[in-house]
């Protein structure tokens, strides 16, 4: 602390403790010559300090980031624009930022020397680094700090920029493998489209043209034999629906995934798997809706193929955190009475009850899905025996594989 109020660099002081000398011997030995070149050691010294003072003044610093939303693991660049003004030229000094916990990178460089401008003109400098997120949440950038010296290194500045910017570190998105468990209807838009076996474009089911209908569906022999435009009916089908749940209550995680994003790896690795798999289904053709336990939605339901809206998602959930009711058990109740496609649950602790709990909604999804961060008395085991297909959603594990054994685990049972 004493070292930053001090303005003197090492040479500096050394040239203040000449300056003293000279004053000391001039004064008992009776040598006016000294007393001079003391004077003039002062003089350069207060010049020295003065023209850090007086030179540059910073006015602003704004940051931007491309892209503007960090990912968990992923790297962002941060461009900073200093605004300057100076009347007389400066020389290059160096500078820091400030980065916040869950944030890393080297945030530091040369700050460039200046030229004088008339009468104090703007001037912007550009700084650039590249910035890594590692803790989801909303952090923030700087303050900024830039250090410098006068041309003969005798003073120094440490000048702090309070300007601070907002970043938003989003869950790391996984790219996952489809599951190849699933089937038909249950398989999404895309693979439906696809498996059509034993169908040929003679015994397509064909219905007459409705304004809107691409051109490239057109059956052109039944439209020949009806006289009329006929589009094929095959492609027209209902997207599939797909629901993702993320248990957030706080019973099935640590206390730490209340307060703050970031804070339970446990939950962290639920987080990313969540948006992960919402990823896979919408680029599989799904209509996904994201739930709590509760039945709450998380987001609007996401239509199958629309990536933006995936994006939408990711960056909500960069603040998504443990809430303190407990609502897995009752989970099934959202599912009672309807037939739905593929149901995929993210949870942490997770019990043989709550398994029993959890059973009747097999019988209500064409594919049930169970990743548990940390099942107990072989809770995944059970869920396995009931219809479920349970994998371990270890913090320290590969997320794709896990993905893709819950796929290689239906294929078993369908084999059965």
């Known amino acids: ?9 090492l040479r500096g002081t050394g040239a203040a403790l000449l300056a003293l000398v ?51 693991g992923r790297a962002s660049l941060v461009r900073v624009r200093v605004g300057v003004r100076t009347a007389l030229p400066t020389p290059p000094g160096t500078w820091t930022d400030t980065l916040p916990a869950g944030l890393a990178g080297a945030a530091a460089g040369v700050f460039p020397a200046l030229g ?27 303050p900024l700090r830039v250090h410098s010296a006068d041309p003969f290194a005798l003073a120094r500045r440490s000048t702090l920029y309070g300007q601070r910017t907002r970043v938003t570190v989003a869950p790391a998105v996984i790219d996952l493998p489809p599951l190849t468990g699933l089937a038909g209807e249950a398989g999404g838009t895309l693979q439906t489209q ?37 589009v094929r009916q095959e492609e027209q089908e209902a997207t599939p629906e797909a629901t993702v749940v993320l248990d957030r209550g ?31 289904l919408v680029r599989d053709g799904y209509g996904v809706s994201v739930l709590d336990s509760d039945g709450t939605a998380l987001a ?3 239509d199958g193929g629309d990536t933006a809206a995936v994006e939408d998602l990711v960056t909500r959930f960069a603040t998504v955190t443990a809430r303190r009711d407990d609502h897995l058990p009752r989970l099934a109740r959202q599912f009672a009475g309807v037939m739905t496609g593929p ?16 059973a009747p909604i097999v019988h209500h999804s064409t594919f049930a899905v169970l990743l548990a961060a940390s099942p107990r008395s072989g809770a995944l085991d059970r869920a396995g025996d009931i219809g479920w297909h349970a994998v371990h959603l270890d913090p320290d594990g590969d997320l794709v ?11 078993s049972r369908a084999l059965r």
């Open 1 to 9: 602390m004493l070292r930053r109020l001090w303005p003197l660099t």
């Open 300 to 302: 609007a339901r996401i």
């Open 343 to 358: 149901v995929i649950v993210l949870t942490g602790r997770l019990d043989p009850a709550d398994v029993d709990a959890l």
């Open 250 to 280: 706080v019973l099935r995680w640590s206390t730490e995934a209340l307060h703050e994003p970031g804070a339970d790896d446990a939950f962290e690795t639920a987080v990313a798997a969540c948006v992960s798999v919402v990823s896979r």
């Open 194 to 230: 696809n498996n059509q076996p034993g169908q040929g474009a003679d015994n397509l089911i064909a219905r007459p043209y409705a304004p809107g209908d691409s051109m490239r569906r057109i059956h052109w022999r039944a439209t020949a034999h009806r006289d009329e435009l006929m």
């Open 401 to 411: 594989q896990e993905w893709a054994a819950a796929g290689e685990r239906g294929v």
């Open 116 to 142: 004088s401008g008339l009468r104090g003109s703007d001037r912007t400098v550009d700084l650039a680094y590249t910035v890594t997120g590692v803790r989801r949440g909303i952090h923030h950038l700087g």
């Open 22 to 72: 000279c004053f000391v011997v001039a004064s008992e030995v009776g040598i006016p010559e000294l007393m001079y070149f003391g004077m003039l050691l002062v003089a350069v010294l207060v010049a020295a300090v003065a023209s850090l003072y007086l030179t540059r003044h910073a006015d602003s610093v704004t940051r931007s980031l491309a892209p503007d939303t960090v990912g968990v």
